[in-house]
């Protein structure tokens, strides 16, 4: 049997372990698991642990019967002829320190960033367009695109923006409805044919490199949108914006664009709205390009 205790550690770690282990009390894990999972569970737990802390005991062939390890700073484990003792320090060893997870090392950036803010002005100033689609399912072969809104800042700064409704030949799923709220109405009122649509589109985008967020979804839409059209497809630099977000940032519930929207402070008041959604994304990218965690 193995038992971890776990204090103030990152919520996507403790989550992480329920994979292997059961939660018999907050922060108490419970498991029977291999040796080498055990092992590699605990170097887990120190790449991701941030300044929290952990101990871990588990079944050895000593006179106890169990061994331990932890990371705390105020006990030290020694051997005492095979048997395993917790020494309490009067002076803690240290503290954690400052990139002792990548989290730690992303938060580091950040600060060394707000020092560096006038070095970084030019940075944000790529010329790039922002893109979302809003559609009637997530299948591009069998669903449709109903909308697109992009945001494109040229080399000289200026911002434009570009929102279509398209027409479709189908009436909209009530659950898009709900999400988008989009209705057939306003496509038969206000939107125009996928050709136009799509023509326009790439008129607005040009030669820019094209960022989104989950961008691999609408480059699908895209894709077939051009074909079923007889329109080449964008051949634009596609640069997706969720793999920067999961690599420098670890202890997000999860990964959808309004929780990562909240973690990086930009407001976003009509999500599932393509050209809101276009800002939003638009205003991430030159979030990221001013800590240095992407650049196009």
Same mark, same amino acid.
């Given at each position: 049997m193995?038992v971890?205790?776990?204090t &103030?550690?990152?919520?996507?770690?403790?989550?992480?372990l329920? &994979?292997?282990?059961?939660?018999i009390?907050t922060?108490?894990?419970?498991?029977?698991?291999s040796?080498?999972i055990r092992?590699?569970?605990?170097?887990?737990?120190?790449?991701?642990i941030?300044?929290?802390?952990?101990t871990m005991?588990?079944?050895a062939?000593?006179?106890?019967?169990?061994?331990f &390890?932890?990371t705390?700073?105020?006990?030290?484990?020694i051997d005492?002829?095979?048997i395993p003792?917790?020494?309490?320090?009067?002076v803690a060893?240290?503290?954690?320190?400052?990139g002792?997870?990548?989290?730690?090392?992303f938060?580091?950036a950040?600060?060394?960033?707000?020092k560096?803010t006038?070095?970084?002005v030019?940075?944000?100033?790529?010329?790039?367009?922002?893109?979302?689609?809003?559609?009637?399912?997530v299948?591009?072969a069998q669903?449709?695109?109903?909308?697109?809104g992009?945001?494109r800042?040229s080399?000289?700064?200026?911002?434009d923006?570009?929102?279509?409704?398209?027409?479709?030949?189908? &009436?909209?799923?009530a659950?898009?409805?709900?999400l988008?709220?989009?209705t057939?109405?306003?496509l038969?009122?206000?939107g125009?044919r996928?050709?136009?649509?799509?023509?326009?589109?790439?008129?607005f985008?040009?030669?820019l490199?094209?960022?989104?967020?989950?961008?691999?979804f609408d480059?699908?839409?895209?894709?077939t949108?051009?074909?079923?059209?007889?329109?080449?497809?964008?051949?634009?630099r596609?640069?997706?914006?969720m793999?920067?977000i999961?690599?420098?940032?670890?202890?997000?519930?999860?990964?959808?664009?309004q929780?990562?929207?909240?973690?990086?402070?930009?407001?976003?008041?009509?999500?599932?709205?393509s050209?809101?959604d276009?800002k939003?994304t638009?205003?991430?990218?030159?979030?990221?390009?001013k800590?240095?965690?992407?650049?196009i």
């Open positions: 193995i971890i205790t776990l &103030k550690v990152p919520p996507a770690l403790r989550g992480d329920t &994979k292997w282990y059961q939660e009390q922060g108490v894990y419970v498991g029977n698991v040796a080498r092992d590699l569970l605990w170097d887990r737990i120190l790449q991701n941030g300044r929290g802390e952990a005991v588990y079944n062939k000593n006179e106890l019967g169990y061994q &390890k932890t705390r700073k105020d006990r030290d484990v005492f002829d095979g003792l917790l020494m309490h320090l009067d060893t240290g503290e954690v320190e400052h002792f997870s990548q989290a730690a090392k938060r580091q950040k600060v060394m960033t707000r560096n006038v070095k970084n030019s940075t944000a100033m790529t010329p790039l367009v922002a893109l979302d689609l809003e559609t009637t399912g299948d591009s669903d449709a695109i109903i909308s697109v992009a945001v800042r080399a000289k700064g200026k911002i923006h570009f929102y279509k409704l398209i027409q479709i030949d189908r &009436k909209i799923p659950n898009i409805v709900a988008t709220s989009i057939d109405e306003m038969v009122a206000q125009v996928l050709r136009t649509a799509m023509q326009e589109l790439q008129v985008v040009g030669d490199a094209v960022v989104g967020y989950n961008l691999r480059e699908g839409f895209l894709a949108a051009c074909r079923r059209v007889n329109q080449p497809t964008l051949t634009n596609m640069v997706d914006l793999p920067f999961k690599k420098t940032n670890h202890f997000l519930d999860n990964y959808r664009l929780t990562v929207l909240t973690e990086y402070g930009i407001e976003n008041k009509t999500p599932h709205h050209l809101a276009a939003a638009f205003a991430l990218a030159d979030k990221l390009t800590t240095g965690t992407f650049q």
